[in-house]
């Protein structure tokens, strides 16, 4: 009878503690899902924190520096560059972008106009419109484009209190890294809190890697196609440079996007200037892709494309353009744990780490 009763008692605790489980967990995924906006950007924070102390590791070498000075020193050389930068170039980007959003919008207005010869494509176009809740047709593509762009302020105000948000948690990040790494160590039990921080270092070594890479390409990518559109006469070469150089920061992706608005503006100046606009960006991707980025990846990070284009869908889905920025980090530190936690703590085969060459 005692062990009868052992058992049902043993089933019992079995029971709750599974209950127990599947509660907390599904709690932990409904906080996860509601605050998806806020755990992105304290990600982003930490990789701000991760690329900061390595451009101060790299000040800190020559001179000497403490950690806390190089940090500061190069967050203010950074803060004085960002400011040189508006200065020089601000009130031209602020001219010119008023100007860029009308050549686009007027862009639109013709491409459409042509489009609407095409009968199937003109019920398609009308469909459109009155799915999307407007005035039928009453409102061209172009008009709407600009009441879109019109509205986008409070989308620039929101964006702007994310990065000071960012920028502000990255800096403490940066300047107190041991605080806060002994802070979450603290949460795993003594006796993995070792493996814990190898692990931290690890997926930060590869988060640098990634970012050094990436300022590579955004910045030849960005270079480029300003120098090539200025040499063929396309208007606002400096503005369109400046946007495929940063949307380079998302691969694949970015390639894609950054070609639309300087296409669209080629647009106006004849089917010759589209086609050459359209074989620069295949040109300058197709070397960031195919050369250049190959080239950096065998001393940074390199991820199987499938993987990584698979990441970006769900970080789409989940959080929008913000998922989509940050989806190739946020899978680099996941192939990290999987193969510390994983391949070689379960399977008991030796890790591929991102930027380590493969074994022949």
């Keep these: 009878m005692t062990d009868k009763q052992d058992n049902e008692r043993s089933f019992i605790r079995r029971c709750v503690i599974a209950s127990a489980t599947v509660i907390i967990t599904v709690v932990l995924l409904g906080f996860m899902w509601l605050a998806v906006h806020a755990l992105l950007l304290i990600f982003s924070a930490a990789l701000f924190a991760v690329g900061l102390d390595g451009l101060a590791r790299l000040l800190a070498r020559p001179t000497h520096m403490s950690r806390h000075a190089a940090v500061i020193v190069t967050a203010l050389l950074l803060a004085l560059a960002l400011g040189a930068a508006l200065t020089v170039g601000g009130m031209n980007v602020n001219r010119q972008a008023p100007q860029l959003r009308e050549q686009i ?40 484009f600009r009441d879109e762009m019109s509205g986008a302020a409070s989308t620039t105000l929101g964006t702007l209190t994310d990065v000071f948000i960012i920028v502000i948690i990255g800096l403490y990040l940066a300047l107190e890294p041991g605080l806060y790494r002994r802070g979450v160590l603290h949460l795993f039990p003594p006796h993995q809190q070792q493996y814990a921080d190898d692990m931290a270092a690890e997926a930060a070594k590869a988060l640098r890697r990634w970012l050094t890479g990436r300022a590579t390409s955004m910045t030849v990518v960005g270079v480029a196609s300003a120098i090539g559109l200025w ?16 949307l380079t920061f998302i691969p694949y992706l ?55 284009l698979s990441a970006q869908v769900i970080g789409g889905a989940l959080a929008g353009v913000f998922g989509v920025a940050l ?13 510390l936690s994983y391949v070689r703590d379960v399977l008991a085969e030796e890790p591929h780490l991102p930027g380590e060459a493969p074994n022949d």
């Design 105 to 144: 919008a007027h862009s639109i207005d013709q491409i459409s106009t042509r489009l609407e010869h095409n009968q199937f494509v003109k019920t398609v176009l009308d469909h459109s419109v009155q799915g999307s809740g407007g005035n039928g047709g009453s409102s061209s593509l172009g008009q709407q």
């Design 231 to 246: 040499a063929y006469g396309i208007p606002f070469a400096l503005l369109l440079g400046v946007i495929a150089g940063l």
């Design 254 to 308: 970015g390639a894609i996007v950054s070609s639309v608005p300087a296409l669209l503006v080629a647009a106006l100046h004849g089917l010759n200037a589209v086609i050459y606009v359209a074989g620069l960006y295949l040109i300058l991707h197709v070397i960031e892709g195919y050369v250049l980025a190959p080239l950096i990846q065998r001393k940074a990070v390199s991820i199987a494309p499938a993987f990584l």
């Design 327 to 339: 989806a190739t980090p946020i899978a680099l530190v996941g192939a990290v744990i999987i193969q």
